[in-house]
Nanobody, 133 residues
């Protein structure tokens, strides 16, 4: 059974940093791209970053570009999101997910994986990030 567990969330002041981890079990992530997305109360979900199966290709949405860095450790079946220069508007529940578009999985990063057309049903339970002074 595929399961994702996110960790590393918490409360931080503006300008601070957090490191989120997502570890998968029951399934090898080696051959698949992964995404991080977030959901804030009253807002639509926002795809943040995609990392290809090898880790060699990454894409970011504009709101986090230059501040967030995604990486992965395939032997550990883990994906990491390093978040720096955090802002109050980054407050949300953060999730990792195995993105699908029209039911298909990806091994590379396609911009569609960060859009509303992507399906994020294979995801973890989320970890809360709160940025406040």
């Amino acid at each position: 059974q595929l399961e994702f567990v996110e960790s590393g969330g918490g409360s931080v002041q503006p300008g601070g940093s957090l490191r989120l981890s997502c570890t998968a079990s029951g399934f090898s992530l080696d051959n698949f791209a992964m995404v991080w997305f977030r959901q804030a109360p009253g807002k639509e979900r926002e795809g943040l970053s995609c990392i290809s199966s090898s880790g060699g290709d990454t894409i970011y949405t504009d709101s986090v570009k230059g501040r967030f860095t995604v990486s992965r450790d395939n032997p550990e079946n883990t994906v990491v999101l390093q978040m720096n220069s955090l802002k109050p508007e980054d407050t949300a529940v953060y999730y990792c997910a195995l993105p699908r578009v029209s039911g298909g999985l990806f091994y590379f990063c396609d911009t569609r994986t960060l859009t509303h057309i992507a399906e994020y049903d294979y995801r973890g339970q989320g970890t809360q990030v709160t940025v406040s002074s």
